[in-house]
Nanobody, 125 residues
Framework: QVQLVESGGGLVQAGGSLGLSCAASGLTFSSYAMGWFRQAPGKERDFVAQISWSGDKYYGNSVKGRFTISRDNAKNTVYLHMNSLKTEDTAVYYC???????????????????WGQGTRVTVSS
């Protein structure tokens, strides 16, 4: 079955950088759109970034210019590199996968079928 395993979360100071990884298995990775979402305590799960199977990238407005999504199809892994982190970036970050090309944005969690368990990112002031 499809498994997504995130790693790389942790504690970082505001203004710092952090990189997340999501290793996928049980799917033809190169055929899937991959995404990142985040959920802060008491809030809804929000779209962060998406990368299509062909490499097209999309970002949520709050992270544009600061976060970069990428993928390595040879390693079945999607990455999220986060720069200029703010305290409001504190959340649990989830990796998602969907068997579509991902050439349009899928910003709702309901658009995505497969999810990882999440990795916590805490940005301190």
């Amino acid at each position: 079955q499809v498994q997504l395993v995130e790693s790389g979360g942790g504690l970082v100071q505001a203004g710092g950088s952090l990189g997340l990884s999501c290793a996928a298995s049980g799917l033809t990775f190169s055929s899937y759109a991959m995404g990142w979402f985040r959920q802060a305590p008491g809030k809804e799960r929000d779209f962060v970034a998406q990368i299509s199977w062909s490499g097209d990238k999309y970002y949520g407005n709050s992270v544009k210019g600061r976060f970069t999504i990428s993928r390595d199809n040879a390693k079945n892994t999607v990455y999220l590199h986060m720069n200029s982190l703010k305290t409001e970036d504190t959340a649990v970050y989830y990796c998602a996968a969907e068997n579509r090309d991902g050439s349009i944005m899928y910003t709702r969690p309901s658009h995505w079928t497969y999810w990882g368990q999440g990795t916590r990112v805490t940005v301190s002031s």
